[in-house]
């Protein structure tokens, strides 16, 4: 059993940053691929980002390409999304994803396990 747990979420003007973390229990963290998903008010859950369980591979949606950054640091069993450049349709809960063994799917109904989100809201 792994737990998630976003942190980092909150109210920022458009164009400024945030860092999302993604804390994780469990065992072998190394051995998931990470992957974050936002949800809007409204609107369907979508892909953002993800990284595989070496973080060498790391995959983005084209709507945040070039703004965000996928991380993760297998000592500290976190996984992190740096967000530049925020715009005001960035605005949703943000949610943390894993799922064991290497990258192969970006399907939330692929995914194995998952945080309850942190809200991400840009003013503009």
């Known amino acids: 059993q792994v737990h998630l747990v976003e942190s980092g979420g909150g109210l920022v003007q458009a164009g400024g940053s945030l860092r999302l973390s993604c804390a994780t229990s469990?065992?072998?963290?190394?051995?998931?691929?990470m992957v974050w998903f936002r949800q809007a008010p409204g609107k369907e859950r979508e892909f953002v980002a993800a990284?595989?369980?070496?973080?060498?591979?790391?995959y983005y949606a084209d709507s945040v390409k070039d703004r965000f950054a996928i991380s993760r640091d297998n000592v500290k069993n976190t996984a992190y999304l740096q967000m530049n450049s925020l715009k005001p349709e960035d605005t949703a809960d943000y949610y943390c994803?894993?799922?064991?063994?290497?990258?192969?799917?970006?399907?939330?109904?692929?995914?194995?396990?998952w945080g309850k989100g942190t809200l991400v809201t840009v003013s503009s």
């Open positions: 994803a894993a799922y064991l063994g290497p990258a192969r799917t970006l399907d939330p109904d692929g995914m194995d396990y």
């Open positions: 469990g065992r072998s963290f190394s051995s998931y691929t």
């Open positions: 990284v595989s369980w070496s973080g060498s591979t790391r």
